[in-house]
């Protein structure tokens, strides 16, 4: 995956989000959770959306979720990514909580590229897990078929 060093990748000291991407270094799946209501929020943010609290905690997710919609991109893109394009984008509804989704791509491996999977073959609602991928110095969630 040498074309992926050029990939976007996050801030990994991001007040807000820095749990999550340390969780994801050590192969976790971590969600922001408010420390006063309990509920779970995601992208992370500084305050609740439900309560206001500012309050917060992290909480391991299984890792497991079901494909709630996805995208294929084609050119023009940013040239790390049109080089693999068409690729797949998925939103995963987790089944710890389906109102917490997250973006990813769909592969056929844990060590897979983000275009190996037709496109086609994907199912709204099929059941996926989740796997890290080591792209730079971070690891980056991505979804295998269960």
């Given at each position: 995956?040498?074309t992926e060093a050029?990939f ?6 991001s007040?807000?989000a820095?749990?999550f ?5 050590r192969?976790?799946?971590l969600?922001q959770?408010?420390?006063?209501c ?6 992370p943010?500084p305050?609740c959306?439900?309560?206001?609290s500012?309050?917060t ?5 299984s890792?497991?979720a ?20 068409p ?6 509804a987790?089944d710890?909580d389906p ?6 791509n769909?592969?056929?491996s844990?060590?897979g590229a983000?275009?190996e ?5 994907i199912?709204?609602g099929e ?5 890290f991928q080591q792209?730079?110095d971070?690891?980056i969630p ?5």
């Open positions: 995956m040498a050029k976007l990748l996050p801030d990994l000291e007040e807000d820095a749990p991407w340390a969780g994801t270094a192969g976790e799946l969600v959770a408010c420390g006063a309990g509920r779970w929020r995601f992208p943010r305050m959306p439900y309560c206001r500012v309050e905690k992290w909480e391991a997710a890792g497991n079901t494909i709630w919609s996805y995208v294929v991109p084609h050119p023009p893109l940013l040239p790390a990514y049109a080089e693999l394009a690729y797949n984008v998925i939103v995963v987790l710890d109102k917490i989704r997250m973006v990813g769909l592969l056929a844990p060590e983000i275009n999977i037709d496109p086609a073959s199912v709204i059941p996926v897990r989740v796997v792209i730079d971070v690891a991505r979804w295998v078929r269960k």
